[in-house]
Every structure is written in C-alpha cells, then in structure tokens.
C-alpha cells in the first residue's frame, strides 16, 4: 500500500500574539496522521505572546519549505504586521505554493492585508470582523468559513473548531471524529456569553469599551492599509 504524503503545516507566531490562536490548532494538527505542523517567524529566536508565553519558532522565513497549508493567528501583534513588508511577502510567497491558506482570529486581517482575501468570505474575531471589509472581503460571523482553499476561523477559541474543519478536509471526517473524542473535545461553556448573539447587550458593550483603544489603532492601520492597496 502507498502512504499518505505528509501535509506540511506552517503555523506563523510573531511577539504579542495570542497564543491559543495557533496552540489550539497546533494541538490537533500535529497529532493527525500523516501531518507535520511547525512554528515560522523572521528567525528562530525565542518569542512572547500577549501573555507572557514563550514560544521558539522550528523555521526561519529564509530557511522554511515551501508548506500545503499556511496558519496565521491574530492578537496584538498582528496590527503592525500588516504594514511589515517581510511578513506580508512570506505570506504571499507561501500562498503562492500552498493547497490551504488559512487564519484564527484577527490572523484573516493579516491575511487581507497580504491580498489574500479579495473577494472571499472569511470570519475574524467579532470585534475586528468589520474590519475585512475595507480589504473586500465578504464577511460571515461564524466559527469558522471554508472558501475553497481558504479558510478562516472565528476568534481565539475557534482556532478548535477550525483545526478539526481542517482535519475532516485533509484526512476525512472519521479521523476528525476520533482525535476529537482522543481529545475529550465537548465543550460545555459554563456561561452563555461567548459571543455577542448571546451575550447580554450591557456586557458586550463593557468588553467593545475595554477593548477600545486596541480597535482604534488596529482600524487606523486596516483603513491605511486597504486605501494603499486600493492605490496600487
């Protein structure tokens, strides 16, 4: 019998993002057959998310293959990324070889920012979703959006529910099923907030106020961001 050719999965990190925007995936990932996932920034040096996680990246940008499925996660530090050169030529280079681009999170602005959205549906973070559609993009709410070969997750904990997405496209909905059950993956939130449709109005209005200073900047980049593409 022939073996299944490893799918090699590239899972950007870069300083303050959100860590579980890429754990959460990279969990699943790593333990589905046939898959190698691994870590890629500018260099190999040891980096931090938004809460003091360490990470150290497997790859360096010059020294990393060309992967079948690209990752990108979103958080803080994605907002300046999308004015960052480097980045945003990796991103295009990868997508230019890859079988899957996809994105958790605020990671799908990244990925607009690159032009790699124009004209897809995608999903971010509910706070930020808005925000695609200075790129174009066409915008669902949801956990996660499958356009083809691309694909995008909803916010931070969604990055689940999108690597299992992942895993039934690359290996078939009974190898999802069975790591999801290895996993004990059966969520049970112990309150019904976790998103705005259920949430009470009063409290998704405290989190968009506390969350305010974060969104301005990062809409101050999108917007700078699409008008220059739109120039070009």
């Not at 190698?36 to 990393?64: C, H, S, Y």
Request: some cysteine; aromatic content about 6%.
């Amino acid at each position: 019998m022939t073996s299944t050719p490893k799918t090699r999965i590239g899972m950007l990190v870069f300083p303050m993002m959100t860590s579980l925007d890429i754990l959460g995936p990279f969990e699943v990932l790593a333990r589905a057959p046939d898959c190698q996932a691994e870590l890629v920034w500018k260099n190999r040096e040891p980096l931090k998310g938004d809460t003091g996680l360490t990470l150290i990246p497997d790859q360096a940008f010059e020294t990393a293959p060309q992967y079948d499925m690209l990752v990108v996660p979103g958080g803080p530090g994605q907002t300046p990324l999308m004015e960052d050169e480097e980045v945003l030529q990796f991103l295009r280079q990868q997508a230019a070889g890859a079988k899957w681009v996809t994105s958790v999170c605020t990671g799908s602005l990244l990925l607009a920012a690159a032009g790699l959205l124009q004209g897809r549906c995608a999903t971010s973070h509910w706070l930020s979703i808005d925000q695609l559609e200075l790129f174009g993009v066409r915008t669902l709410p949801d956990r996660v959006v499958v356009d083809g070969d691309r694909i995008t997750g909803g916010g931070v904990t969604s990055g689940l529910d999108f690597a299992f997405t992942v895993l039934e496209i690359l290996r078939g909905a009974d190898a999802a099923k069975a790591l999801q059950l290895m996993l004990e993956y059966d969520p049970a939130p112990p309150f019904q907030s976790g998103h705005p449709r259920v949430a009470a109005p009063e409290l998704v209005e405290k989190v968009r106020a506390s969350a305010a200073p974060m969104l301005e900047r990062r809409r101050e980049v999108s917007t700078r961001v699409a008008q220059r593409m739109a120039a070009t």
